[in-house]
């Protein structure tokens, strides 16, 4: 079946510009997840998504990251104001199950912030 | 709060080598524990598995034992094929919905 799927695969902009990254997770997962992997931090978790309850913003690492979750599908994440430290690959992830289950990973997309 | 230690990289190995990479976490209450595997060019992908002590993941001849004693999860294979070169994450979650805390990662170069 299809797995997660996550556009654009490469983004280039200019550092202050706003994007919006896209998920589409697995059909039928409950739990969707947000990752950042830089060279500097590693992967780092950044937001997640569980059925209809609040997200855990935990993770965002300033108030110009934002996340929404439509009709518990198709998730955004936008950065506004982009700085060059945002430059990192996002990546997605989604499970069907509680905890202990696993996470399936899409392709990631690639931000570089000039 | 929660952390996981892996050992650092690049580990190069010959094909046939027996690999080993060390991980080590730390968490309060019983998290899960994973390996995940970076492929180059490729997304991250689940390798392997434990959800309590004593128990043993395993997968494409690779394993890994919960040792809580030790708070320990180190990965193994037996035998390295040029295949299995890749970056390996440790990871831990002890959340209710599974959000993942990652090691470093540790890269693996197995040559012919």
């Known amino acids: 079946g299809a797995g997660v799927s996550q556009s654009p695969s490469n983004k280039v902009t200019e550092k202050g510009k706003d994007v919006e990254l896209r998920c589409d997770p697995i059909?039928?997962?409950?739990?969707l997840y947000w990752y950042r992997q830089s060279l500097g931090q590693g992967l780092e978790f950044l937001i997640y998504?569980?059925?209809?309850?609040?997200?855990?913003k935990s993770g965002l690492p300033s108030d110009r990251f934002s996340a929404e979750r439509t009709g518990g599908s198709v998730s955004t994440l936008t950065i506004q104001r982009t700085q060059q430290e945002d430059s990192a690959v996002y990546l997605c992830?989604?499970?069907?199950?509680?905890?202990?289950?696993?996470?399936?990973f899409g392709p990631g997309t690639r931000l570089l912030v000039l | 709060g929660d952390s996981v230690t892996q050992m650092e990289g690049p580990v190069t190995l010959s094909e046939e080598a027996f690999l080993t990479i060390n991980c080590t976490y730390t968490?309060?209450?019983?998290?899960?524990l994973f390996w995940y595997v970076q492929y180059p060019g490729e997304g991250l992908q689940l390798l392997l598995k434990?959800?309590?002590?004593?128990d043993k993941g395993s997968n494409k001849g690779f394993e890994a034992t919960y040792r809580k004693e030790t708070t320990s999860f180190h990965l193994e294979k037996g035998s390295v094929q040029v295949s299995d070169s890749a970056v390996y994450f440790c990871?831990?979650?002890?959340?209710?919905?599974?959000?993942?805390?990652f090691g470093a990662g540790t890269q693996v170069v197995v040559t012919p």
């Open positions: 992830a989604s499970s069907p199950q509680q905890r202990g289950g696993a996470q399936y």
């Open positions: 059909s039928g997962h409950t739990a």
């Open positions: 998504f569980q059925g209809n309850s609040a997200p855990d």
């Open positions: 968490a309060t209450g019983y998290p899960s």
């Open positions: 434990a959800t309590k002590a004593d």
């Open positions: 990871a831990l979650s002890t959340d209710s919905w599974g959000k993942l805390q």
